[in-house]
């Protein structure tokens, strides 16, 4: 038999018994073989914290942003509110100048158109008593005469102190140096109408002047008004 037929017989192989034996980790490589786990879990742990210190941080600052915005927001307003009120009292006392000054200049003409009237009939009246004193003169024993001289010396005077009324109301309204040419033409029919005896063209032109001042003074208050009313629309 030679010595492969030997082997094959034998076949050592079939009949061997390996034992394996394991041998005990030490601690070193324990933690050798979870560390990726650790590492793993500690990366983890690590994004969260991060995670949610971020948004802390960016909650906090959100926070502080939106309390700045409504800061600003509230300071803005009442900004805001001030300017609105402050146009309103502009605009309030504009308005109010407006009426004053229409009111002033409607009653500066009533009372001026009055004070021309009652001089014009105060000048009517001049020529009456004129009369009625020469009829007196002529005939002194005729009662009616007599009667009708005293009786427009009467109106004469109630006229005059008519007049002088009207003139102080009219004087009112005026202010004595913006309004110093209507105020001297005005004090002008007074003297033609009460102090001089001044002739029917004198008179005449004394109310013509007076009458240009009431239209010089009445369009510069509408002028005023136009100026008040544009500052209300800008």
Not at 20 to 36: G, L, T
Request: proline content about 2%.
């Amino acid at each position: 038999m030679d010595i492969i037929q030997l082997l094959e017989t034998l076949k050592p192989a079939a009949h061997v018994i390996s034992v394996e034996v394991q041998s005990n980790k030490n601690f070193w490589d324990s933690i050798i073989a979870v560390w990726p786990s650790l590492l793993t879990g500690g990366v983890a742990f690590a994004g969260i914290w991060a995670s949610h210190r971020q948004f802390k941080i960016t909650g906090a600052r959100q926070a502080q942003q939106v309390e700045e915005a409504a800061q600003r927001q509230t300071a803005q307003f009442k900004i805001d509110v001030d300017r609105q009120i402050k146009e309103l009292r502009l605009t309030t006392r504009l308005a109010t100048d407006i009426e004053l000054k229409k009111e002033n200049y409607r009653e500066v003409r009533t009372a001026c158109i009055k004070f021309l009237s009652e001089s014009n009939t105060i000048n009517c009246l001049k020529y009456q008593l004129d009369v009625a004193k020469t009829l007196a003169i002529v005939q002194p024993e005729n009662e009616v005469r007599t009667d009708a001289f005293l009786s427009s010396t009467a109106s004469h005077q109630m006229s005059q102190t008519n007049l002088a009324g009207c003139q102080f109301s009219l004087l009112s309204y005026l202010n004595e140096k913006d309004d110093a040419t209507f105020i001297k033409s005005i004090s002008s029919v007074f003297e033609e109408t009460v102090i001089n005896d001044s002739t029917p063209e004198v008179f005449g032109a004394a109310i013509v002047k007076c009458n240009i001042e009431l239209r010089s003074y009445i369009l510069k208050k509408q002028n005023e008004i136009v100026a008040l009313s544009d500052s209300i629309d800008n």
